[in-house]
């Protein structure tokens, strides 16, 4: 009897699987794999309002992934002219780096311990200098920065600059802002322009 019971149980799930195949269920299935791995537009936009408001953004920046990475929140863009990306990670109440951090005499040294925590090894950074300091505006605020140059480890970039920033939003929480290109490429301005922006 138990026999008959699983025979009749294997027809009935495979009447229900050719059915669903049948009515398009792996074009559904292939649907929802690819809206997973590639977000629509949409849907990048509503996570990133989780880090911070972008609404006002320049259209010339594009918003190409919100998501979690190593245990963050983070936002990625880019200048679609020029290729300059900037990041907004959310460390939530871990602290990784903070406005004092950036405003220390020795802040060289304290990014480096910072990005040494970071266990992401396909693109390790090494020769980091701080070259520069100043400010900028972002989340409403006048937050420190620090410019710098550094060189990818295992990829064929070679050199980059950018800026580092921390600012602290509304909940208390530390918003760590990179904006970075190629080094002869990189433009304050362009950094200004999208950070700006964000609230």
Request: glycine share 8%; hydrophobic share 40%.
């Amino acid at each position: 009897m138990g026999c008959l019971k699983n025979v009749t149980r294997a027809v009935f799930l495979t009447v229900i699987i050719v059915g669903f195949v049948a009515m398009g269920g792996k074009d559904w299935i292939q649907k929802q794999f690819m809206n997973f791995i590639n977000p629509s537009k949409d849907v990048v936009l509503e996570r990133a309002q989780k880090i911070g408001d972008f609404s006002k953004i320049n259209k010339e920046f594009e918003i190409e992934k919100a998501a979690g990475i190593l245990g963050y929140n983070a936002v990625l863009a880019e200048h679609k002219a020029s290729g300059q990306k900037m990041v907004v990670v959310d460390s939530g109440k871990k602290k990784v780096l903070t406005t004092d951090d950036i405003k220390a005499p020795d802040a060289e040294e304290r990014i480096k311990a910072a990005i040494s925590k970071i266990k992401y090894q396909s693109a390790a950074i090494e020769e980091f200098r701080v070259i520069e300091r100043g400010t900028m505006k972002s989340y409403g605020q006048d937050v420190p920065y620090v410019r710098f140059t550094a060189r990818l480890k295992k990829l064929p970039i070679g050199e980059i600059g950018g800026v580092i920033s921390v600012v602290k939003d509304e909940n208390g929480n530390d918003k760590i802002l990179v904006s970075a290109n190629d080094k002869d490429r990189y433009s304050q301005l362009i950094t200004n322009e999208f950070f700006k922006s964000v609230k």
